[in-house]
């Protein structure tokens, strides 16, 4: 399994306000953290790269995604282990369109309770937002691989399942993910591989036939 990230605590230097934007001089506490994260905001134009794991007894499978985000569009391509292209998916408002590489058919259907970060198999500091405060044990700045975080680790009182979450504070989006069994046993994991927030093309979220479904 991964190893935990070693990261590069700050001190912090100064309390939480919001005319205090420099993350790595606030005192972030579990008390105050989702208060920190809920101020923060997903660029509107940005492509990322994330690799899901799932743990079990006898290995590991590992889950590519690629994603883009332009406005109110959002794509998730599905990716094999050996980085082939397996599905299109393709959202807008509240329909969902999805398409498998190569098809030049696509079935479209309503969002539901479903989203585009539940195809990408990511965790994101709205989740954290909305935890039970009692269940956030621990909270500070840090930063994974050169990456300015917030980190957050929370403990389920249903399963005693523990997430940990590293919030990347320049763009709001997941550096880093794991959740671990009531034995500590890590059996997920999710990395951003890469995050460029750069405007997208209008082309990325063509349907197979060529046509916009923003029309």
């Known amino acids: 399994p991964t190893d935990i990230p070693d990261d590069t605590l700050s001190s912090p230097e100064s309390t939480v306000t919001p005319e205090n934007p420099d993350y790595s001089k606030l005192n972030i506490t579990p008390s105050n953290v989702q208060a920190v994260i809920s101020a923060m905001a997903r660029p509107g134009e940005y492509y990322q790269e994330t690799v899901s794991t799932l ?26 282990e050996t980085n082939t292209v397996l599905m299109h998916i393709l959202y807008h408002n509240k329909d969902v369109y999805m398409w498998r590489a190569g098809s030049a058919r696509y079935y479209k259907t309503s969002m539901g309770e479903f989203s585009p970060d539940n195809d990408q198999m990511i965790m994101t500091y709205e989740e954290i937002a909305n935890l039970a405060p009692e269940s956030i044990t621990k909270a500070e700045y840090t930063v994974y691989n050169s990456i300015p975080c917030i980190y957050v680790e929370s403990k389920s009182s249903e399963n005693g399942y523990t997430s940990k979450y590293w919030i990347a504070t320049d763009t709001g989006l997941l550096a880093f993910g794991q959740t671990l069994d009531r034995s500590g046993n890590v059996f997920y994991t999710v990395e951003s591989k890469q995050i460029a927030v750069t405007q997208q093309d209008d082309s990325l979220f063509l349907l197979p036939n060529g046509s916009s479904v923003a029309q």
Do not use: E, F
Request: net charge positive; aromatic share 12%.
């Open 55 to 80: 743990y079990h007894s006898s290995g590991s499978r590992t889950y590519p995604r690629k994603k883009w985000v332009h406005g109110a569009l959002q794509r998730v391509d599905v990716i094999s």
